[in-house]
C-alpha cells in the first residue's frame, strides 16, 4: 500500500478496501486479547486457517485475531460474518464442527451459543447477547471487527477520516471548540474536562509542546485501557495526532505500563504502519502538518500513572509526585506544556470530530457526556468489559448486564474506582 | 552481557539519558537481574552518574540488583483474584517451588512474586509465568504447570 498524500488518497484507497470487501463477504472474527489467548484463542485461530485451507475455502474466508469486545470470560470468543453469528467457549475441537455446519450450511451450533441461565432462550447474534445488548458500546463495539495488527482494518471502518477532517477542514481552534461543546471529560478518575486542559496547554507559553496518553492503569481489576490500546491501536494514535494539531505540538509520547507487552507490540506496530503511510510523521496527508510519537514502557510503580509522576518517568528519572502546584499542562515534561490525557478519553476524540459534539452529547448525563468503560469483576454472573452511557445506576451494571450475583445470593459490596475509589454496600446500589 | 551487546541497546536508544529506563528493561528482560558492571556500563555511556541510576534501579519493582530465576512466576493477588482463591494458588506455587513472594531458589529456576493485576481479572484467578498468562487456576492445575518448567 502506497504513501497518502492527500486526503483523497485516503478515501481513494478506503474505496477500494470496501469494494474488495462487499457487504456479505464472510469473515470469523476471533478474539486474540490477553484474556480469550489465555483461555486457547491462539490455538482455535489456528484451526480455523488449517480446516478452512483443508475445506478449499481460505481464500474466500478471511479469518483474523481480533482485539477484546469485553465477554472474557465466556472466551475465547468467535463471531461470525455476515450473520454475526456468535460462538463462546470456542475449543479448537469446535472447529470442524463450525466451518461444516456454520460456514458451510449456515445453520447454528446451539452448544456454542450464548443461553440465558434465566429463560433458556437462545442469543444467536452477537448484539443480542444480553451482557452485550444494553450496553452502548461506541469504543468497544469495533474491536471483535478489527485486527489490530491491521491499518486496512481500520481504514475500512473509517479510520483517519477525522485526522482528515481535522486537519483539512477544521482549524486548531474549530478542533477545540468542538472537543469543549462535547464536554469530554477526563476518563482517567479526575473528570477534568478535557476541552480546558488542551485550551491551557495551547495558550501557554514555550516551545515544543507535547501530548501524552496514560496507558499506566494501574488500578487493580481494571484493564479497559488495555482493550482499547491492545485491540484498536490506531484508534488511540489518530486521537493523538488530532490533539497535537489542535494544541500545537509536534511530538506524543504514550506510557504503557510494564505488565502490557501486547499493547506495547501493537501501538509500535500501529505507529509504523502510520509512518510508513503518511499518516504520521512529516506533512501528514500532505497536509504541513508534522507529528511523531514516542513509545515509553513503564517498569512497575503504581505512583506512576500519576501526570507529574508519569512525566519524571518519561524523562527517564524516578517517577516521583511533583509538586502539584505547578500544573503539569503548563510546565510539564521537561517542563513544558504537556497535555496528558487517559487512553480512553482519547480513544473519544476521533469519534467526536468524526459525528460531531451533537452527537456525543446525546449519550450521558448533563453533566458527563459519553460512554464510559467499566471492568466488572469479581463475584458476578457475567465478568468483562462493559462500556454503558455515563449515569447509568450501579444497580443497572450489576444486575441487567452483570446479570446479579452467582447461585442468587445476596449483593454485598462494589468497589468502584479502583483502590483510590469508594466501597459501595447499599443492599440495593442505586447509583 | 558483553558490554558490546549493552552498547547495542545504548545505540537502538540513541545513546539518549531520557531512554534510561528503557535500556535497563531490556537487559533487565535479557539478563534477568541488571548487574553491577552493565550499570557501570550504561552510566559511562550515558554520562548518567552512577546514583541517579541505581535511585532508578531501586525505584521501579521490574527491576532487580541480584540474580533471579530462569522462569518469573507472578501470582495475582488483586482484588477479583482474591476472592476467587488466590491464595490457595500461591500456597501451591510455595510449595512446588519452594519459595515465597519476592524469593528466589538456590538453582535459580524460579522467581516468585505477588502482582496487584496483570490485567485479566475476568480470569481470576490468575498466575503468569514468564509473561504468558493462565486463567481460572486451581492449586492442582497450579502444580501441573509448574512442572513443565525445566
Ligand atoms: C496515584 C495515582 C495513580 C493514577 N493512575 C492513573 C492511571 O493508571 N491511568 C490514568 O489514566 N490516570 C491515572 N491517574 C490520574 C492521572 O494523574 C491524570 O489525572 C489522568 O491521566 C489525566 O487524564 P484524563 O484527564 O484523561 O483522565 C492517577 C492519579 C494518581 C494520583
Ligand atoms: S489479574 Fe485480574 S483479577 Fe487479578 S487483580 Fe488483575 S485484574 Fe484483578
Ligand atoms: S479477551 Fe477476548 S473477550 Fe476479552
Known sequence: MACLHSPGDLEKRRNELAARRAAGTPCVSVCAGAGCVASGAAEVI???????????????????????????????????????????????EDVPEIVARTL???????????????????????????????????????????????????LALGGYAALAKALFEMTPQAVLDEIKKSNLRGRGGGGFPAGRKWEGSRDAPGDPKYVIVNADEGDPGAFMDRALLEGNPHSILEGLIIGGYTVGAHEGYIYVRQEYPLAVENINLAIRQAEEHGLLGQNILGSGFDFTVTVHQGAGAFVCGESTALMTALEGRAGEPRPKYIRSNLKGLWDRPSVLNNVETWANVPLIINRGADWFTRYGTPGSKGTKIFSLVGKITNTGLVEVPMGMTLRDIVYTIGG????????????TGGPSGGLTSSPRPGR | MGNDRIDEIIQKHHGEASALIQILLEIQSEEHWLPREALERVSEKLGVPMARIQHVATFYKAFSLVPKGRHAVHV???????????????????????????????????????????????????????????????????????????
Open chain 1, 46 to 92: 489456528a484451526a480455523f486457517r488449517a480446516e478452512l485451507a483443508a475445506a478449499g475455502l481460505a481464500a474466500e474466508i478471511d479469518v483474523k485475531g481480533t482485539g477484546c469486545p469485553g465477554f472474557c470470560e465466556r472466551g475465547p470468543v468467535v463471531v461470525l460474518y455476515p450473520e454475526e453469528t456468535c460462538y463462546l467457549q470456542v475449543k479448537p
Open chain 2, 76 to 150: 495475582c493477588m488483586g482484588t477479583a483474584c482474591h476472592v476467587r482463591g488466590a491464595q490457595r494458588v500461591l500456597d501451591t506455587v510455595q510449595d512446588v517451588t519452594g519459595v515465597g513472594p519476592g524469593e528466589t531458589d538456590l538453582d535459580l529456576k524460579f522467581s516468585v512474586e505477588t502482582v496487584n493485576c496483570v490485567g485479566c481479572c475476568a480470569l481470576g484467578p490468575v498466575v503468569e509465568i514468564n509473561k504468558k498468562t493462565f486463567g481460572k487456576m486451581t492449586p492442582a492445575e497450579t502444580a501441573d504447570v509448574l512442572k513443565s518448567y525445566e
Open chain 1, 404 to 415: 446479579g450475583i452467582p447461585g442468587g445470593k445476596a449483593f454485598k459490596a462494589v468497589q
Open chain 1, 104 to 154: 458451510r450450511g449456515k445453520e447454528v451450533v446451539e452448544r456454542l451459543v450464548y443461553r440465558d441461565p434465566a429463560t433458556g432462550e437462545l442469543a444467536v447474534r452477537e448484539g443480542d447477547i444480553p451482557f452485550y445488548k444494553h450496553q452502548e458500546r461506541l469504543l468497544l463495539g469495533v474491536n471483535i471487527r478489527l485486527d489490530p495488527k491491521s491499518l486496512d482494518d481500520y
